[in-house]
């Protein structure tokens, strides 16, 4: 299963969209937290331009949208019970243009 979430502080979400974090990759990519009282995977990105964006989970095809944190880009998804190690996932984008 899997659930929206905002797993940052928002100065980090703003950092982050601002290009002022010190840090972004380790708050961008998969990150093990709990959520909910379940541990899983939250998958960050920071993608100017697009309008959406969705996890591909390649072991089982299924998609998980990811949530807009911010205007300018930064965008989260959590995969309930997947764990860094063994969680092979793709992006996929939309662009404003709908491509």
Known sequence: M??????????????LARGGHSDPFGAL???LVKHNGSTGIAV???RPHTTSIT???R?????????RLHSEGVFEGFVEGA?????DYRLRLTWADGT
């Open 44 to 46: 960050r990105a920071f």
């Open 83 to 87: 764990t860094r190690d063994a969680f």
């Open 2 to 15: 899997s659930t929206a979430l905002v797993s940052l502080p928002t100065a980090t979400v703003e950092a």
């Open 59 to 67: 072991t089982n095809g299924r998609d998980i949208p990811m949530v």
């Open 55 to 57: 996890i591909v989970d």
């Open 29 to 31: 990519g998969p990150h």
